[in-house]
């Protein structure tokens, strides 16, 4: 029998650090945030997503998340980070 290779703890610890870099979408006055295609109201509309829902987080500008979202057009874009928070 071979010898199981032990997990080593750097894995976790990335895990843990990596956790900032998700964010829970909040409740909405509409029931859903738009995803947008640049950081602005006037991006245009991709998708949607919902309260509750994780994404992860690829970049952040002043007030705006790029969040990685599986959506028909695009597997990214821009959500107001007015109703999201970041774990």
Avoid: C, H
Avoid at 57 to 80: H, P
């Amino acid at each position: 029998a071979g010898s199981i290779p032990t997990p080593q703890p750097t894995p976790l610890a990335t895990e843990s650090a990596s956790l900032k870099d998700y964010v829970v979408i909040l409740p909405t006055p509409t029931k859903f945030l738009r995803v947008r295609s640049m950081p602005a109201t006037s991006g245009k509309e991709l998708g949607k997503v919902y309260p509750g829902d994780k994404y992860k987080v690829l970049e952040t500008k002043t007030g705006w998340y790029l969040i990685q979202v599986d959506l028909d057009a695009t597997n990214s874009g821009w959500i107001s980070s007015q109703y999201a928070k970041t774990n």
